[in-house]
């Protein structure tokens, strides 16, 4: 019986029926759900690391020690683990070894759309690439062994249309049961890259390539569908789709093992058809790489040498784009499908926003206030950056906001800088910028928005949790107690929603010249025992002004009424109570007290009752 | 038999995925192959939200391109909208007839088109619109949170589909506690077709 499961659902079980003990993740979109459904399987142990490079050294370490492993992240998340990357595939492993990277073609959530395919061939290491849920649960398995074939890690990449696209998936209820465990390997020479023994090794990656290369030519992960001769297609990945789709005729190439290529194979299908075409999503990966050998590619109408031959190079594919390209490329005939008579109506944007009762608002608000500059990081509180709280002026990448905050005061920016980051961040790459802070003795201002859990992918528990990814008790990490043993002397944690008190502590860091910490700990409001908390608050309409200070906060639940002040004629705020969770901040910074606290809310209720 | 494409727009909590999910596993227990892509992430934290469904035999693309969509679901009517160059030519447009304020017009900056507006503009590009009170339905039913389960069931019932397999699909899909509730908005909104005038 299929089922239907996404890309994800179907990477954790395709890794447990390859009999995978082990998996460690940092969550990330399109990435996270692999773990968090591995971690439900019996048998397994599976955790959130605090960042990529951790989770990698733990599949490495189990790897090593003969059980099979895997590490999940999305793509960005491959750059913070590269480093790992680099020395496992040098070393090789005992138990099969995946690496599961997420790519995000057109950014749906990311700040890049680097092309990950490329990593397996910067690091000499197979790199697979499923078309569907069926294919990612059974190239899961195919990683496996083939890590294990050729002693090497394997990289089994994803992109957003493949981990959440479901699709149906048959399954096998028995599971791969691994032989006993070895005894730890004494393999100095392979396991310890010293030069001596890592200049040996080099010589070895790049034999195993080509020995890869020649089982490409017979692997089943790659396959020929010959239909017409006139058009032959290679491809792989989420683009096998469209190729279907868009040249129901042509005859296909379809690669799941992308790196490395198989040359012989890949000449022999274009002996076979008149025009080849290679269509892939983002770089010229495969492009490229037939090209150097030698086989001539249909280039439509192109006569510069352009880096990618029909398609895109920017921007995830589809159907269409496809369909439009090789339109223009004369490979089809046809018109461009008419679409949209034009538009009449300019529609307002639906941003996302910081959710009501989100306790990043209060020292976002304060943050507006002061103005100054802001060094922000990757999170939900990155919404912090639009309108109307506009604070948040820098956002590169998961712990960047510490180190750019520092760099600007040691390069002598004369405002006060303030960097802003969440728990999980904090425990990601936070710490050792902010040692660095402390070292070489900056004035950063750093904010934790610690809202207990890491919010932005969808509430996965982290270090400061007290939680465990499988559910189990653990130590909770107090970040006030690492932040004073890193040797900051100011430091404090406040309440999220205490406006007040958030401002005046700013202020008076402000005035001192020393490297600071402010902890704003309130837990995130979609939570559930947060939700039990709810009470909607209320605006007394003969007390507010329609000053508008209240919708400065930029709320979700505050809006203008219809209402106009008899005196200015400007509209009166009005809280929508669906939104409203009673977070206060807005009632804390109307300067009419036009807007009741919690306790005056309960009690006109006990009154009204 | 040629593939269906289904876009399901709304704003992050509005239970967009679930609706997905559904509509993607009713097609499964039609015999179809079915594909359902959805977008995660920061668009969750109430911004505008997206996801595709596609039934045929097979089905290969999971994402629908403009003008490629034989049916709008639209779970709130300035995202219908939005979304509306992704409809074929005299596709379906189902909309539930209730707003959420965008930020950007809270805060004063733009403006939320009227009724007027937005239902011209929706018949430029389709004469099959249906308008569902699914909000209303469902708080009259007990609450709001189940007016994509009516939307589901209003959907069904436009495309000849038995309710049945709606039914069957939600036992195997919704918590226990919340399947009776469910069943009833299902089940309302496939009424709300049948004994609605609308001649699409």
Redesign the interface.
Known sequence: M?R?LSGNEAVARGAWTAGAVVGSGYPG??S?EIMEIFARYPGVYAEWAPNEKVALDVAIGAAYAGRRAFATMKHVGLNVAADSLFYAAMTGIEAGLVIVSADDPSM??SQNEQDNRQYAKFVRIPCIDPA?SQEAHDFAIAAFDLSERFDTPVLLRLT??VC?????VEVSEQRFVSSDPIKYPRNVAKYVMVPANARRRHGVIEHRIQEISQYAETSPLNRMEIRSSQLGIITGG?AY??A??VFPEASILKLGLVYPLPAALIRNFASMVERLIVLEELDPFIEHQVRLLGVELYRGKQTLDTPKGIFPIVG?L????VRKAAIEAGLIEGEM?????S?????????????PGCPHRGAFFVLSKLKVPVNGDIG?Y??GL???LNAIHTCGCMGASIGVAHGAAVAGDQERHVAVIGDSTFFHTGIPALINVVYNRSNVITIIMDNRVTG???HQDNPGTGKTLQGRDTTEIDIENVVRALGFTYVKTLNGYDVEGIEKTLKEWMKISDPAVLITREECALLPEARAKYVPLEVVEEKCNGCTMC?RV?C?A???SEKLDPRYQRPLAVIDP?LCTGCEICAQVCPRDAILFRNQVLDKQEIDQ | MENHRFVLVGVGGQGTLLASHLLAEIGLSLGLDVKKAEIHGMSQRGGSVVSNVVWGKPVFSPVVGEGEADTLIAFEKLETLRYLPLLKPSGAIFVNDHEIEPITVSAGKQIYPNNADIEATLHKFTTKVFWIPANQIAEDLGSARVANTVMIGVVLKGLGVELDYGVRTLEKTIQSRYLELNLRALKAGYDWLAISNHKG
Do not use: W
Not at chain 1, 343 to 348: A, K, Q, T
């Open positions: 299929k239907l979109t399109p996270t749906h959530s569907d957003t249309r959440h696209t479901s699709t149906p989420i789709q469209y279907r789709e995830e589809n159907a269409q784009i499908l008419q679409t949209s008579p538009f009449p109506m300019e529609l307002p944007q639906r941003p996302p926003v910081l959710c939900c990155t919404l639009t309108e109307p932005m992918t969808g919708f930029g979700p505050i809006s203008k669906s």
